[in-house]
């Protein structure tokens, strides 16, 4: 890494201690951002670096709620309004049992170049909670947001901060919010949050559009290799929303999907998995991968190991951070990889993502290869802003568009830097010159 941006780099660590997902998105992006200092002193002049890294506000609250049995119940709540250079701040809310700061922090850090590279005017923040859904009745998630928005409203608005889902976060969370929203405020504000339902203000595809834009996005880097998705073999990880539409758009595009997970397991399908029961088994019933394989004949459920013990041509870490290491990607990149597109945000390790470039995987990062479902969410914003809806062509053309655009965007700027085929240069530099501009024409705020 550049000396001087080691310097920084120190001082970001120190500041914020015992926050190893942060620590790690950050250094990530620094080590991607030398060359561009040379060439725009000012921006080091300006402190540019070290503003962005410090957000403009963090949030965090008290979370009180009561559970089925009437027991009071304690969980904290979180929103880190990161940057708003480009526009208010965007991003999701996320409730899972291992939300804390460290975690909200390197997703709202990487939300703000993920957010610039889609041309959008969206600036990046992220939220959430320890809050488990799992096991919790529809009537105990409901108490919970309700409690959740009873906080955060004050601190949310259509030109302010505008959050929208995230892992254990998808439209029954984002209803049961923006009834508490429209009830303390008495504003039938739509451009409060995105994700809604579509008869309430939601826009087509934004359910979609993070597991369509990350195949959309790697089938981009395969044509740069003279190939495409059809007749690829495909693992995808997790089973959650972004991966259920990964899985459906890569076998609309000729692929066969032979593997997915969840937490406790996983299944492989070699004749390709049924994405209608898949919907089933997780969107519909709530239930378990295991459910999945006891209907349908050839499906093995494997409860021990990790998915990424199956041979795939392209990887799709559609699951959580750090879910794929050094020794898996060793092992993908033996046995014939040739592709990753991250649905989830930084799935691949520091480790992983050294072994898939040494190896000349074609690698897609998180910040550029699932910014599909915030983008949508940007055009949700935009129908709300004209009271209008779009049809799911029109919406599903301009995501296509945003996706295309995007990889251009990465893939010209690491020529532009001497590195071609490096997407994780290409989409660090090109987010944070758009937003570094921004912020020097903005004065220091
Ligand atoms: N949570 C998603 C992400 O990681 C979507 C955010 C949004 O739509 O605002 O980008």
């Given at each position: 890494m550049d000396a001087r941006l080691e310097a920084i780099r120190d001082t970001v660590l120190a500041r914020n201690p015992g926050e190893a997902e942060f620590h790690q998105a950050v250094v990530e992006v620094f080590e991607s951002l030398g060359p561009v200092h040379d060439r725009h002193p000012e921006f080091l002049e300006a402190a540019i670096l070290e503003r962005?890294?410090?957000?403009?506000?963090?949030?965090?609250?008290?979370?009180?709620?009561?559970?089925?049995?009437?027991?009071?119940?304690?969980?904290?709540?979180?929103?880190?309004?990161?940057?708003?250079?480009?526009?208010?701040y965007k991003g999701g809310l996320r409730f899972h049992p291992s939300v804390y700061l460290g975690i909200v922090k390197f997703l709202g850090?990487?939300?703000?170049?993920?957010?610039?590279?889609?041309?959008?005017?969206?600036?990046?923040?992220?939220?959430?909670?320890?809050?488990?859904?799992?096991?919790?009745?529809?009537?105990?998630?409901?108490?919970?947001?309700?409690?959740?928005?009873?906080?955060?409203?004050?601190?949310?608005?259509?030109?302010?901060?505008?959050?929208?889902?995230?892992?254990?976060?998808?439209?029954?969370?984002?209803?049961?919010?923006?009834?508490?929203?429209?009830?303390?405020?008495?504003?039938?504000e739509s451009g409060v949050l995105t994700g809604k339902g579509i008869s309430w203000g939601g826009s087509l595809v934004r359910p979609e559009a993070t597991g369509f834009g990350t195949v959309i996005f790697t089938e981009e880097m395969l044509k740069t290799r003279g190939t495409s998705f059809d007749g690829q073999r495909v693992v995808v990880s997790g089973s959650g929303n972004v991966a259920i539409n990964a899985v459906a758009k890569a076998q609309s595009l000729g692929a066969t999907v032979v593997a997915c997970s969840d937490s406790s397991g996983y299944i492989v399908d070699e004749a390709g998995i049924d994405v209608g029961l898949l919907r089933q088994v997780k969107e519909v019933e709530r239930g378990r991968l295991k459910d999945y394989s006891l209907r349908r004949s050839g499906v093995a459920y494997v409860e021990a190991g990790s998915v990424w013990d199956?041979?795939?041509?392209?990887?799709?870490?559609?699951?959580?951070?750090?879910?794929l290491d050094g020794d898996a990607a060793a092992r993908l990149v033996r046995n014939g990889l040739i592709a990753v597109g991250e649905g989830a945000n930084m799935p691949?390790?520091?480790?992983?993502?050294?072994?898939?470039?040494?190896?000349?995987?074609?690698?897609?990062?998180?910040?550029?290869?699932?910014?599909?479902?915030?983008a949508t969410s940007a055009l949700e914003m935009q129908q709300n802003a004209s009271r209008d809806s779009w049809s799911f062509e029109h919406t599903e053309q301009r995501l296509t568009d945003i996706m295309v655009g995007i990889h251009h965007r990465c893939a010209s700027t690491a020529d532009e830097y001497g590195e071609p085929g490096n997407y994780v240069l290409g989409a660090n530099i090109g987010g944070f010159v758009k937003v570094a501009d921004a912020m020097l024409a903005q004065g220091l705020i």
């Open positions: 962005l890294c410090e957000p403009e506000r963090q949030i965090i609250f008290r979370v009180p709620w009561t559970d089925d049995q009437g027991r009071v119940q304690i969980n904290r709540g979180f929103r880190v309004e990161f940057n708003s250079a480009l526009g208010p850090f990487e939300q703000i170049f993920k957010n610039a590279l889609t041309g959008m005017p969206i600036g990046g923040g992220k939220g959430g909670s320890d809050f488990d859904p799992r096991g919790r009745s529809d009537a105990e998630v409901m108490r919970f947001c309700q409690s959740f928005m009873t906080e955060l409203y004050r601190h949310i608005g259509e030109y302010t901060d505008v959050p929208a889902g995230d892992i254990g976060v998808g439209g029954r969370e984002i209803g049961y919010l923006f009834g508490q929203y429209k009830r303390i405020t008495n504003r039938y199956v041979d795939a041509t392209v990887a799709l870490p559609c699951a959580t951070q750090n879910e691949s390790t520091r480790e992983a993502v050294a072994v898939f470039q040494e190896a000349g995987v074609l690698f897609g990062p998180g910040k550029a290869a699932n910014a599909g479902g915030v």
